[in-house]
């Protein structure tokens, strides 16, 4: 929507460059935290390689939708999207924010390891 080409790019960059920090943070930071050790780097490269695939599925999606609907049908698939992630992070995700590994694993399970009594 903007015709202006000097002021394009300046758009471009600014509303691309938060997207790939957030992609950044999520693939780098929380995802690797929601697995335990043993398959932590199995587990974290299954789900940057699906994030990588719909990173190539969308712009075709993008432009059929385009083509089909305009703006408001992309508007529409994104925030859809966005809404689907929020309700599921927010319904299976975890906090792993001042916890160790340990505490977050006992949560989801009794501990193999049976407690000696003293």
């Known amino acids: 929507m903007i015709s202006d080409p000097f002021l394009l790019p300046a758009v471009g960059f600014a509303l691309t ?3 790939y920090v957030l992609v950044a943070l999520l693939f780098g930071i929380y995802i ?26 969308t712009p075709f999606l993008v432009v ?7 703006v408001a049908g992309v508007m529409a698939l994104m925030i859809g999207l966005l809404v689907v992630q929020i309700i599921t992070v927010w319904a299976l995700g975890i906090e792993p924010r001042h916890r160790s590994l340990e505490e977050l694993k006992g949560e989801e399970s009794p501990s193999a390891i049976p407690q000696e009594a003293s």
């Not at 697995?35 to 390689?49: D, H, K, Y």
């Open 64 to 70: 059929m939708l385009f083509e089909a609907r305009g």
């Open 17 to 19: 460059v938060p997207i």
């Open 32 to 57: 690797p935290e929601l697995f335990p050790t043993e398959v932590r780097l199995r587990a974290s490269g299954i789900v940057n390689t699906l994030g990588r695939g719909a990173t190539i599925v």
